[in-house]
């Protein structure tokens, strides 16, 4: 009798394609990636059915968001190297603070912040890593001194020197915090004839 | 495919002396493995999509001079009022003599959505009625003192969806009104 013989297949696939594949993804996503960055002031933010998304230039960003220990701050964020730079002359100049070059470059490449004027130094001279947990008690908004409105004028200022164009404002409020907050940062915004900005928002479907 | 066709068996009667061919054959599994780890970690990573921003206008602060304010029509307006616990009051024309309300509603599309739909609907027919029919509703928002910016925004979003083009925010209450959406 004659026995059937089974075939033997081989149990290696052609992983060639698949290694192919595999690597085209890895190059887009280095590529496209911007490294999330550890935020000073997390905020949580109300989501909206709004399609449109924020500019990427000449924006500046005003954060409202409760801190660890309750009490709502404001922290301030300005997209662009060069508008930085030229903001914290600008602030320098106003507050009688000198920053020295290195100290320019340094705030050039930072992210939000949310202390006065006179504790800047300090808060660059801190490492990356370090400025998220340095507990930064927030931009003083009182009438008495109100340091972020010297920050929108230095910076619009900046922005319409540099790039001729108007700086571009967003709130980036938590969900939380109180109405009464976002309406004095509003009127701030409004002394300054800035009557339109941006809210910015998460996203969500209609069906809510 | 890359693979070489190898040992030819037998042959070889010349006498050559043939170098022995080695396979090509490259095992990529462990290739493949590091690479769709490293894609995981910057998939994950990234932050591709970036935020969605609102657009919202005010009215300029100080009024001008020679500006005469203008009267509208209260059967075309309707006040929201935002609480404190996500609570909302609404009514429509006047608070003395309302159309309609006021009355305690919810956020999301069975609560604010379908009554400012059906409001909007009314309102149009009404200003179809007298002749006028692109004066649509007007919508006065009135955010509480406890009221969050989560209401705000919400509140606004409605409006986006529902299209209503011509709404104000006026954090000013009149004592009635005050009693409405904060009894101590």
């Known amino acids: 009798m004659a026995k059937i013989k089974m075939k033997k297949k081989s149990t290696s696939t052609d992983m060639t394609a698949m290694?192919?594949?595999?690597?085209?993804?890895?190059?887009?996503?280095?590529?496209?990636?911007?490294?999330?960055?550890?935020?000073?002031?997390?905020?949580?933010?109300?989501?909206?059915?709004?399609?449109?998304?924020?500019?990427?230039?000449?924006?500046?960003?005003?954060?409202?968001?409760?801190?660890?220990?309750?009490?709502?701050?404001?922290?301030?964020?300005?997209?662009?190297?060069?508008?930085?730079?030229?903001?914290?002359?600008?602030?320098?100049?106003?507050?009688g603070v000198t920053f020295s070059e290195d100290d320019k470059t340094k705030f050039a490449l930072m992210d939000d912040f949310g202390v006065p004027v006179a504790n800047l130094k300090q808060i660059i001279a801190l490492k990356a890593s370090d400025r998220a947990k340095a507990n930064q008690p927030g931009i003083p908004i009182d009438s008495l001194d109100n340091q972020l409105k010297?920050?929108?004028?230095?910076?619009?200022?900046?922005?319409?020197?540099?790039?001729?164009?108007?700086?571009?404002?967003?709130?980036?409020?938590?969900?939380?915090?109180?109405?009464?907050?976002?309406?004095?940062?509003?009127?701030?915004?409004?002394?300054?004839?800035?009557?339109?900005?941006?809210?910015?928002?998460?996203?969500?479907?209609?069906?809510? | 495919m890359a693979e070489l066709n190898t040992g030819d068996g037998g042959g070889g009667k010349g006498g050559k002396v043939r170098s022995k061919k080695q396979n090509s054959k490259v095992d990529l599994t462990a290739m493949v493995d590091l690479a769709f780890l490293l894609i995981t970690f910057f998939m994950l990573t990234t932050s591709l999509s970036k935020p969605q921003s609102m657009d919202l206008s005010l009215p300029d602060k100080d009024p001008k001079i020679d500006e005469v304010p203008v009267k509208v029509d209260e059967n075309r307006t309707m006040t929201v009022m935002l609480g404190a616990n996500n609570k909302i009051i609404?009514?429509?024309?006047?608070?003395?003599?309302?159309?309609?309300?006021?009355?305690?509603?919810?956020?999301?599309?069975?609560?604010?959505?379908?009554?400012?739909?059906?409001?909007?609907?009314?309102?149009?027919?009404?200003?179809?009625a007298k002749g006028k029919p692109k004066q649509g509703i007007i919508v006065i928002i009135k955010p509480t003192k406890k009221s969050t910016y989560r209401n705000l925004v919400d509140i606004l979003d409605e409006m986006a969806i529902s299209g209503v083009e011509t709404y104000a925010i006026v954090p000013e209450f009149s004592p009635e009104e005050t009693k409405l959406i904060d009894p101590k």
């Open chain 1, 19 to 95: 290694c192919d594949v595999a690597f085209l993804l890895l190059t887009f996503f280095i590529l496209t990636a911007t490294a999330k960055v550890p935020e000073a002031l997390p905020v949580d933010m109300p989501s909206s059915t709004v399609q449109s998304k924020l500019p990427d230039a000449d924006l500046a960003i005003i954060t409202i968001g409760k801190g660890d220990d309750g009490k709502s701050k404001v922290f301030f964020d300005i997209k662009g190297r060069e508008i930085r730079k030229r903001t914290l002359e600008g602030m320098g100049a106003k507050f």
């Open chain 1, 150 to 208: 010297e920050w929108l004028l230095v910076s619009r200022r900046a922005a319409i020197d540099l790039d001729n164009k108007e700086l571009q404002i967003a709130i980036k409020g938590d969900a939380k915090e109180q109405y009464p907050q976002i309406k004095k940062i509003m009127d701030i915004l409004q002394d300054q004839k800035i009557n339109s900005f941006n809210l910015v928002t998460g996203t969500r479907g209609k069906d809510f």
């Open chain 2, 90 to 128: 609404y009514y429509m024309g006047l608070l003395a003599t309302p159309i309609a309300g006021p009355k305690d509603i919810t956020y999301g599309k069975d609560g604010i959505r379908r009554e400012v739909l059906k409001r909007k609907k009314s309102v149009l027919e009404y200003s179809a």
